[in-house]
């Protein structure tokens, strides 16, 4: 089983896999693959049939004000009749070697098989949730802010200018190609941008895809939302009273505590559930725990001993070294705590304690001040709602 590059020739086996493996119609499998281009697919093969894919999602993640490096992971399939043979596990050492190779600190994906996902080394690290907003509740709501539809065109720069001087609370992701161009897109569906500007310009925009329904209950998905300021809230909360007479609900991927959520009075005005949550591989264990950056205040040292069945450049004894927002980490005689690369992931995101870890099992020989220590410098949770 080889792990490649697709190529050109490697397209119409690409396409059936996929097809297959996701049932979305063949009209939307050009597009994905074009999203960011066949360079950024990859494949085993066993010389001519293409037995597994996936497609690297370039970017990078939030944490604690610095960002670290990060490719994400989608489109991972296995064709039918190679399932439960190997190619699925080829697939992942193969991309998580190029990426160690690279230099990537981590990589994030959204899977569904998670014992899969787990056996090379990723773990749950955040939640995702699917709200809907049930329009004809939502208040009237009166905000200074001017809706204008946004048109990629002439709009990209701006936008992408205001995603990275807004979007970067801890587990945010930094936005490249694939990422931008998945949220104007739901499968064949253009989505519809719309810029709220006030006085001293952009301060929210979001897209939209109205779904299929029947007459008057017809349901709108926000593929992307960002309000910068209250204001720019209650403009998009106004945009949906406006449209109460065709649509009743309106769905986001947000996460409890959002500024939207808050704004609603009550609490049957919305239905949250909970929707996925993202897994998270620490790919390269030095450039991870280094390039982070950590609460200020939090300083101290733990010996570490890792284990990673995959990448073997992970595994041993460390000594991580944190100080003033930023941390070393150096080879060390002897590691005081266990973990594995999987566990670590949790802990690196702040989705469990390390408290949590060691009750479950999986953190050994940590007291309750190395737990404190390990809760704090990690914590708090890394808050990622992006579906990709
Ligand atoms: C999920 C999928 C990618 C796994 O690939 P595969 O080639 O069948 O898996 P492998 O044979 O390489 O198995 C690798 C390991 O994962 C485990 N595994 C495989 N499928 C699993 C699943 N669905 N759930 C839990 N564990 C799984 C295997 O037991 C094996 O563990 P081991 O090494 O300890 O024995 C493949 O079944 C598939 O393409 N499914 C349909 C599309 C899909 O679900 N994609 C993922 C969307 S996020």
Request: aromatic share 10%; proline share 3%; net charge negative.
């Given at each position: 089983?080889?792990?490649?590059?697709?190529?050109?020739?490697?397209?119409?086996?690409?396409?059936?896999?996929?097809?297959?493996?996701?049932?979305?119609?063949?009209?939307?499998?050009?597009?994905?693959?074009?999203?960011?281009?066949?360079?950024?697919?990859?494949?085993?093969?066993?010389?001519?049939?293409?037995?597994?894919?996936?497609?690297?999602?370039?970017?990078?993640?939030?944490?604690?004000?610095?960002?670290?490096?990060?490719?994400?992971?989608?489109?991972?399939?296995?064709?039918?009749?190679d399932?439960?043979?190997?190619?699925?596990?080829?697939?992942?050492?193969?991309?998580?070697?190029?990426?160690?190779?690279?230099?990537?600190?981590?990589?994030?994906?959204?899977?569904?098989?998670?014992?899969?996902?787990?056996?090379?080394?990723?773990?749950?690290?955040?939640?995702?949730?699917?709200?809907?907003?049930?329009?004809?509740?939502?208040?009237?709501?009166?905000?200074?802010?001017?809706?204008?539809?946004?048109d990629?065109?002439?709009?990209?720069?701006?936008?992408?200018?205001?995603?990275?001087?807004?979007?970067?609370?801890?587990?945010?992701?930094?936005?490249?190609?694939?990422?931008?161009?998945?949220?104007?897109?739901?499968?064949?569906?253009?989505?519809?941008?719309?810029?709220?500007?006030?006085?001293?310009?952009?301060?929210?925009?979001?897209?939209?895809?109205?779904?299929?329904?029947?007459?008057?209950?017809?349901?709108?998905?926000?593929?992307?939302?960002?309000?910068a300021?209250?204001?720019?809230?209650?403009?998009?909360?106004?945009?949906?009273?406006?449209q109460?007479?065709?649509?009743?609900?309106?769905?986001?991927?947000?996460?409890p505590?959002?500024?939207?959520?808050?704004?609603?009075?009550?609490?049957?005005?919305?239905?949250?559930?909970?929707?996925?949550?993202?897994?998270?591989?620490?790919?390269?264990?030095?450039?991870?725990?280094?390039?982070?950056?950590?609460?200020?205040?939090?300083?101290?040292?733990?010996?570490l001993?890792?284990?990673?069945?995959?990448?073997?450049?992970?595994?041993?004894?460390?000594?991580?070294?944190?100080?003033?927002?930023?941390?070393?980490?150096?080879?060390h005689?002897?590691?005081?705590?266990?973990?594995?690369?999987?566990?670590?992931?949790?802990?690196?995101?702040?989705?469990?304690?390390?408290?949590?870890l060691?009750?479950?099992?999986?953190?050994?020989?940590?007291?309750a001040?190395?737990?404190?220590?390990?809760?704090?410098?990690?914590?708090?949770?890394?808050?990622?709602?992006?579906?990709?």
């Amino acid at each position: 089983m080889t792990y490649q590059i697709l190529q050109e020739e490697h397209r119409p086996q690409l396409k059936a896999l996929l097809v297959q493996a996701f049932s979305v119609p063949q009209a939307f499998v050009d597009p994905w693959i074009d999203r960011s281009g066949l360079p950024d697919w990859r494949g085993v093969t066993d010389g001519e049939r293409l037995q597994s894919c996936l497609v690297l999602v370039p970017g990078g993640q939030w944490y604690n004000g610095r960002v670290v490096s990060m490719l994400g992971l989608a489109g991972v399939a296995v064709s039918a009749v190679d399932r439960s043979r190997g190619a699925g596990k080829r697939l992942m050492t193969g991309f998580l070697e190029e990426a160690f190779e690279q230099g990537t600190a981590l990589s994030i994906l959204y899977g569904s098989a998670t014992g899969f996902y787990r056996s090379v080394g990723y773990e749950r690290a955040g939640s995702v949730f699917s709200a809907e907003l049930k329009i004809r509740e939502i208040p009237r709501m009166t905000s200074s802010v001017e809706i204008r539809e946004l048109d990629w065109q002439r709009d990209a720069d701006e936008l992408k200018r205001f995603v990275q001087d807004h979007a970067n609370h801890h587990g945010a992701l930094v936005r490249e190609t694939y990422l931008w161009s998945r949220v104007r897109q739901l499968q064949t569906i253009d989505a519809s941008g719309f810029g709220l500007y006030g006085e001293g310009g952009l301060e929210g925009y979001f897209y939209v895809v109205e779904k299929a329904g029947t007459l008057d209950e017809r349901a709108l998905q926000v593929t992307d939302f960002l309000f910068a300021t209250p204001k720019a809230v209650d403009g998009f909360l106004r945009y949906l009273y406006s449209q109460r007479s065709l649509c009743s609900t309106a769905t986001l991927f947000t996460v409890p505590n959002s500024s939207v959520l808050l704004r609603l009075p009550d609490r049957w005005n919305y239905k949250l559930s909970l929707h996925e949550h993202w897994m998270l591989r620490i790919v390269h264990l030095k450039n991870a725990l280094e390039s982070r950056g950590y609460p200020v205040g939090v300083s101290g040292q733990m010996s570490l001993s890792v284990s990673d069945p995959v990448l073997s450049e992970n595994s041993g004894s460390w000594l991580l070294e944190i100080d003033n927002g930023r941390a070393t980490l150096r080879p060390h005689s002897q590691g005081k705590v266990d973990i594995s690369i999987t566990s670590l992931a949790a802990l690196y995101s702040g989705f469990l304690t390390a408290a949590e870890l060691v009750r479950g099992g999986y953190l050994r020989g940590a007291d309750a001040q190395d737990c404190d220590f390990l809760t704090r410098a990690f914590g708090p949770e890394a808050k990622l709602t992006e579906l990709f």
